[in-house]
């Protein structure tokens, strides 16, 4: 392939798999050639980045990363997407370790809040502990010019429950579960939209999706980042 572009993936592989499903789903097609040219790497046996975020001491997962962009870059793809929220937490480190764009999925999503509510004013986040604690998405969110709801402890509890217990595993997602997180998130907390800041929780969005309140999804949101940038390399637009 020449033209082309690499999925850093497999944290989770549920939510890479998603990833495909979705961005395969959306590309406009009318026979198989007409589909994009990409690489996935479902690295699934990188370390649990909230864990290494958390304790410096566990195993890091940006060694993993960093190994699986050099050996990608030697195939010279036009973009990276890294398929985890979490990872970006050393986003900078990564993105040294090539020439090759790496997309942001966290600047994205907070770009595209303008879109799906455009009068919002607080942004909610739900994510992982370690996306949460290390504040990974405060900065985009400031620069945007809204205020930021975290999750209590308790709901970050619920949150992580949904992720590793049912969905990592589970192999399943609960859409109860799911659908609790994000209205206490707007009813009880008071954003106007919610940011889904784990991959998880974009497949739990893609099983069950949420239909009564704004969510600004971070995966389906760089599938679509992908799409455009994937059909440029190709000189097509997106007239579906």
């Known amino acids: 392939m020449k033209k082309f ?15 495909v499903r979705i961005l395969d789903k959306r590309t406009p097609i009318h026979c198989d050639q007409d589909y994009l040219d990409y690489i996935v790497v479902n690295h699934a046996s990188v370390p649990d980045r909230t864990t290494w975020i958390l304790n410096h001491s566990k195993p890091n997962y940006n060694l993993d990363l960093i190994e699986d962009i050099k050996q990608q870059s030697l195939l010279k793809p036009a973009f990276f997407v890294l398929i985890c929220n979490t990872a970006h937490y050393a986003y900078d480190q990564l993105q ?3 020439d090759i764009p790496i997309l942001n999925m966290l600047e994205e999503t907070v770009k595209e809040i303008k879109r799906i509510k455009p009068d919002a004013k607080k942004v909610g986040l739900l994510a992982t502990r370690g996306t949460v604690e290390s504040g990974l998405y405060d900065g985009y969110i400031k620069k945007a010019g809204y205020e930021e709801i975290k999750p209590t402890p ?3 509890d619920m ?17 109860k579960k799911f659908h609790e997180l994000v209205r206490k998130m707007v009813e009880e907390k008071g954003a106007d939209v919610v940011i889904l800041g784990c991959t998880e929780l974009s497949y739990a969005q893609e099983m069950n999706p949420e239909t009564e309140f704004p969510v600004a999804d971070s995966q389906s949101i760089i599938v679509d980042r992908s799409l455009e940038k994937g059909m440029e390399l190709e000189g097509r637009t997106n007239n579906k």
């Open 159 to 175: 949150t992580e429950d949904l992720i590793y217990h049912d969905i990592k595993e589970k192999g399943h997602s609960d859409g």
């Open 96 to 98: 040294a370790a090539t």
């Open 5 to 19: 572009f690499t999925v850093l993936g497999g944290m989770g592989t549920l939510a890479t798999e998603s990833y």
């Open 154 to 156: 308790e709901l970050v």
